[in-house]
């Protein structure tokens, strides 16, 4: 394989080329389930700088390659096999999709002979990813970087997002390009791509600074493309400079932190009725980076205007909100203006807010003898150092972690509040140790969503990862349970393990210890014998899941 920056060789073939490709473009691994056509790609990753991660099942691979793409700043990079490996891999691309991140997804496919006709495994793999893919094609060898090229182009610009690569069985082996050609060869379909960005119409700005400057009680609504944008700082100091209320998504924690005194809370999770305390007074909401895809604006924006500060227009119910101003472009440019303006003389109460933020946070205060969700997540924040990652399943707990774990940076609580896929949580910790190995790392899983990814425990062990995974074990989908309780429907359909009772838990699971608990004293110790390990280890805490119930019940969903 050559060095970074030197062109193909005349022996250079399509997969030392491409492999190549990714380690030029700071992507130094990929994650999956190889086949038979990967192998001269696992042997060019064998000689070269970019690592193949193996895992148990290609979904748990493509949401490695998500996380690993939030940590990194890099595309995720993954691969699946011809049929079955695709769809289990499509529930990670999926992922990358409705969680905006760029994502190179590969799959074995047919020779070109061979397209149409009927084969064992084979299905349309081009028609499967096309919906859920901002482009997808088959790889041509005499185009290998310019197709890799353009498809690195489509998966980061405007809203990112992932591309999909066929890959025909037979092209591995055979002699690359060493020259520049035209994309040929290709059934590229592409999404439209958003702007790239470049600085909002002057117009829009203007329009802005109006807006802003008539309102009494305008509050910030911070979303995902905040933590995209990298502008956390620049959102804490407009909400300083103007003393103005901020509440986040769930995906956004951490842009501004439980501590400063302009937050107000995290939409759509525990206690959302108490976060609308604050915003439902706000006669102006000023977007950033807000996306819907974790929670519509028709859902709780109070009656008032709406500035959407991002790179693309708010999607929202014109007929319901007429007054929307888009201010379409590079989002730091528009803060950069807000932070121009005279501070605004804002109507908003903040030691109200002060009270509000206090009494919120007080419900997720442990109760004596309990021991239940509030108490397993404050016992792991207080063990996890502040710079440690946290990372979660979807489930009941994932409303708790969204509003009461304290998150004082973006990316440091790591969730999937746009594809919610079960599953995620296990997989994204390893991802996570893999891309910041000096950091602790901890997952919280519940039973349904740990045993999708179990396998994924022998991963843990054979990377060697020092990471401690919570299992709050209920015995029951809990987060269905109370859905059925919201609409006085009987429980149904959610036992895990028939009539429960706390089983004797296995001492290891594929080589990973496996610690019990069962109150708050025994989950400490355990919490302290897990972080001393050298390698993974799993803490089962057998908890009451009647803590969920006066917390999360009034939410949103």
């Known amino acids: ?22 380690r030029d473009h700071g992507i130094r691994h990929v994650f999956g389930t190889p086949s038979g056509a990967w192998l001269p790609y696992l042997d060019a990753m064998r000689t070269g700088d970019v690592e193949f991660v193996l895992a148990s099942n290609e979904g748990a691979a493509g949401f490695m390659a998500v996380v690993y793409s939030w940590l990194k700043g890099v595309p995720g990079a993954c691969y699946a096999t011809i ?15 409705l969680n905006r991140t760029p994502m190179v997804a590969f799959t074995t496919e047919l020779p070109g002979n061979m397209t149409g006709r009927i084969v064992q495994m084979a299905i349309d793999q081009q028609k499967l990813f096309t919906p859920i893919t901002k482009m997808t094609t088959r790889l041509d060898p005499a185009a290998v970087r ?20 066929g890959l025909p069985e037979d092209i591995g082996v055979l002699p690359a390009s060493t020259g520049t050609t035209e994309q040929t060869g290709t059934t590229a379909q592409t999404r439209t791509t958003e702007q790239t960005g470049g600085a909002p119409p002057e117009a829009a700005i203007l329009a802005m600074e109006k807006a802003f400057r008539n309102a009494q009680k305008p509050v910030l609504a911070i979303g995902l493309g905040a933590v995209r944008t990298g502008c956390s700082n620049l959102i804490r100091a407009v909400a300083s400079r103007h003393r103005v209320p901020v509440v986040l998504t769930p995906m956004a924690k951490g842009v501004v932190p439980e501590d400063h005194p302009s937050y107000a809370g995290v939409l759509f999770h525990a206690l959302s009725d108490h976060v609308a305390m604050t915003h439902r007074q706000a006669d102006l909401v000023v977007a950033v980076g807000y996306d819907p895809v974790e929670f519509n604006f028709e859902s709780w924006m109070p009656e008032a205007g709406l500035i959407n500060i991002d790179v693309q227009p708010a999607d929202i119910d014109r007929a319901a909100f007429p007054e929307v101003l888009n201010v379409t472009g590079t989002i730091s440019v528009a803060l950069e203006r807000m932070m121009e303006l005279e501070p605004l003389q804002s109507a908003w109460d903040f030691d109200a807010l002060a009270e509000r933020r206090s009494a919120m946070f007080a419900r ?20 996890l150092p502040q710079d440690g990652i946290m990372t979660c399943d979807v489930g009941a707990h994932t409303h ?18 746009g594809w919610s896929s079960m599953g995620f949580g296990v997989p994204a910790a390893i991802a996570a140790k893999i891309a910041r190995p000096d950091v602790e790392v901890a997952c919280v899983t519940g039973d349904g969503g740990f045993l999708m990814m179990a396998g994924e425990m022998a991963t843990a062990r054979r990377l060697g990862s020092r990471i401690v995974f919570v299992l709050l074990s209920d015995g029951s989908l809990e987060l269905i ?5 919201r609409k006085a429907l009987s429980s149904y359909g959610t036992s895990l393990v028939g009539r429960y009772t706390p089983p004797g838990p296995p001492s290891e699971i594929f080589g990973v210890p496996v610690i019990p608990a069962y109150e708050t004293a025994g989950f400490n110790q355990a919490l302290k014998t897990a972080f001393a390990e050298d390698g993974p280890s799993i803490v089962q805490a057998f ?15």
Not at 83 to 97: D, E, R
Not at 149 to 161: F, I, R
Not at 543 to 557: A, E, N, V
């Open 481 to 485: 349970n109370i859905k059925q309780k």
């Open 1 to 22: 394989m050559n060095k970074p920056g030197e062109t193909s060789s005349l022996n250079q073939t399509v997969a030392d080329e491409l492999i190549c490709w990714l």
């Open 364 to 383: 997720f205060t442990p109760a004596e003898g309990a021991f239940g969700p509030v108490e397993v997540l404050h016992a792991l924040r207080n063990h």
């Open 400 to 417: 708790l972690i969204g509003q009461m774990w304290q998150t004082p940076e973006p990316r440091m609580q790591l969730m999937d509040n």
């Open 83 to 97: 049929g079955p490996g695709a769809t289990n891999l499509s529930t990670g691309v999926g992922c990358a999709l």
């Open 146 to 165: 310019d197709t890799m090229d353009h498809a690195l182009s489509v998966a980061t610009s405007g809203l990112p997002g992932p591309v999909h690569i």
């Open 543 to 557: 908890i009451d899941p009647s803590g969920y119930d006066d917390l999360i019940m009034k939410s949103h969903r």
